[in-house]
């Protein structure tokens, strides 16, 4: 199943909100979401989690993509109010304490 | 003593099907007892052998076949996996220590097998002489009349 990914917010601090399970056939798309919504320098991505009900390893080396290019550019790379299932994986993985993990209240 | 499959489930390699691998699991789980967090850890686990045969030894071509066979012992569910790919690297599915921030983990390959080592009490790689892997993965089952609790280190 494709995800939904809604983008929010100014080039440079925006939201991406993604909803639908993160896996080997759709994490391309997490990938490209992100990709596309990195500045060239500076500013903010922040990935909203909450509608994942699941992700895989696939998802998890995704969104460390993400940091790792926000980490070169100096960018602000923000996961928000990851669902129990993504938070678990990120536990799993030893990396809950590498992201940055914002949980909003809506 | 040889236990008779409960599913053997031939599927393509593609991606997208990957959803239909884990409905599968998780009704066949909870149809056994398992409890909701130990069906989300084994769903997961056995996603990625299957992303990891997808992957890894066919590729990412997606016009070959693996097989999944599922079945109860005394003690444990397992699950076999078996494709006829290239055979894994035994380095590549070696377990090791996840220890943060190493992200270096993330490499092709690298994280999906150590969430299966966390996720399962014993796993078996077994690589072809030339062609095909055959992967074992056993999770010890409920007690008898009540849902397993798995204290994972997360």
């Known amino acids: ?106 | 003593m040889v236990m008779e499959d409960d599913i053997r489930l031939e599927v393509a390699t593609k991606p997208r099907l990957l959803g239909v691998v884990r409905a599968m699991v998780r009704s066949y789980l909870q149809s056994k007892g398992f409890s909701a967090e130990t069906v989300d850890l084994a769903v997961l686990a056995v996603d990625e052998a299957c992303a990891n045969s997808i992957r890894h030894s066919y590729g990412s071509r997606t016009d070959c076949r693996m097989e999944l066979r599922v079945r109860m012992t005394d003690t444990h569910v397992e699950f076999e996996l078996n494709d006829d790919g290239v055979p894994l690297d035994p380095d590549r599915c070696a377990r090791r220590e996840l220890v943060p921030p190493e992200l270096n983990a993330l490499r092709p390959g690298g994280l999906g097998v150590q969430l299966m080592y966390r996720v399962f009490d014993e796993i078996t790689f077994e690589p072809g002489g030339e062609r095909g892997n055959r992967t074992l993965m056993r999770l010890q089952r409920p007690p008898s009349g009540q849902s397993a609790r798995r204290a994972h280190d997360a």
């Open chain 1, 1 to 106: 199943m494709a995800l939904d990914i809604e983008r929010k917010g100014a080039d440079g601090a925006c939201t991406l909100v993604v909803k639908g399970e993160v896996d080997l056939y759709s994490s391309p798309d997490l990938r490209a979401a992100i990709t596309k919504a990195m500045p060239k320098f500076g500013g903010s991505v922040s990935v909203d989690l909450r509608g994942i009900p699941y992700m895989d390893s696939s998802g998890v080396a995704t969104l460390v993509e993400g940091y790792r290019t926000a980490m070169e550019r100096s960018t602000a790379f923000i996961l928000l109010s990851p669902s129990q299932s993504v938070l678990k994986v990120l536990q799993l993985s030893r990396l809950d304490t590498v992201f940055t993990i914002r949980n909003d209240i809506l």
